[in-house]
């Protein structure tokens, strides 16, 4: 099942149900305000995917899976609240891979893992996490640890600010002779608009058989 620019919000329950489906695919979807948890995916086999997504304001884990594997790519994991409540969570066996995601404000740890080992991430960002960054969670060598810096929290907007700035995955590439400039997260920032290279000239006035040019 594969889900694109949808909007999960405000159920009763959790958000994404996607338990028994055998994995499924999210890109650019808002997953926020639901009861429990944002997405939850058990069951053996298969791969849930999530890239450029944002999950927030849930009151439970805002990705929860046993066994069933997981990879995230870009997404934003905020304020998802409750004393128990982490950014993703699992158990294993249960592959793992993160990359270039935002862990931020969640009410536990950013990630909590009962095992570690079958995790690999890395180019990820943690911060304010109530508990703590992470339990059983490896990481890695990119990894930051800094306010994001979005423009509008409170109200959704979830572009980061300069912190985080192309120090996305994948960076330089195998062989060192091409770099990405991805941010760290769903939302990518705005740049201003440059001056495209415009000079303004000095005026100077001249008057000529009295008339002033």
Aim: proline content about 3%.
């Amino acid at each position: 099942t594969t889900f694109i620019r949808c909007e999960f919000n405000n159920n009763s329950a959790m958000g994404v149900n996607v338990s028994g489906a055998g994995g499924a695919t999210l890109k650019g979807c808002y997953i926020h305000d639901n009861s429990t948890n944002g997405l939850s995916n058990g069951g053996a086999g298969g791969v849930t995917s999530l890239d450029f997504t944002i999950i927030e304001a849930n009151a439970a884990d805002a990705v929860t899976h046993v066994s069933t594997n997981l990879r995230l790519q870009n997404c934003t994991i905020d304020g998802n609240t409750g004393a128990a409540t982490d950014g993703i969570a699992g158990t294993t066996p249960a592959l793992v891979i993160c990359l270039g995601t935002i862990f931020s404000n969640n009410g536990n740890y950013g990630a909590n893992y009962t095992d570690g080992d079958s995790a690999w991430t890395d180019y990820n960002n943690f911060y304010g996490n109530a508990t703590g960054a992470r339990n059983n969670f490896p990481t890695g060598p990119n990894d930051q640890a800094v306010d994001p810096g979005f423009v509008d929290r409170a109200n959704g907007n979830f572009a980061i600010g300069t912190a985080l700035k192309a120090l996305g995955y994948p960076g330089i590439f195998p062989g060192g002779l091409s770099t990405g400039y991805l941010d760290i997260g769903a939302v990518q920032r705005q740049e201003g608009a440059g001056s495209g290279g415009l000079r303004t000239r000095p005026r100077h006035n001249l008057v000529t058989d009295g008339v002033l040019t």
